[in-house]
């Protein structure tokens, strides 16, 4: 069965920095997708970061330069540090994980980030 649990999210000033961690069980980093997406109040989820087991990255347009994913597969864990942390930035963080070999997606619960000072 599939795991995935966030953690690093809280409150962080304008221009500040956080690091998300998701440690993942039950899956084959080699043979995934993963993900970070967020959703803000009242907006629909959006695609934050993804990253291959070949290590390559996509990134929205508006963390881009920002924002970095990457994994430790000796601790099944991905991450996404995130500087120069905006009020927009605010919100819901989500580790996806999809798999190459089919039509299978799990999430995680989610950790608030909330950016203010």
């Known amino acids: 069965q599939v795991q995935l649990v966030e953690s690093g999210g809280g409150l962080v000033q304008p221009g500040g920095s956080l690091r998300l961690s998701c440690a993942a069980s039950g899956i084959n980093f080699k043979l995934s997708i993963m993900g970070w997406y967020r959703q803000a109040p009242g907006k629909e989820r959006e695609l934050v970061a993804t990253i291959t087991s070949g290590g390559g990255t996509t990134y929205s347009g508006s963390v881009k330069g920002r924002f970095t994913i990457s994994t430790d597969n000796t601790k099944n864990t991905v991450y996404l540090q995130m500087n120069s942390l905006k009020p927009e930035d605010t919100a819901v963080y989500y580790c996806?994980?999809?798999?190459?070999?089919?039509?299978?997606?799990?999430w995680g619960q989610g950790t608030q980030v909330t950016v203010s000072s």
């Open positions: 996806n994980h999809k798999s190459i070999l089919g039509p299978y997606e799990s």
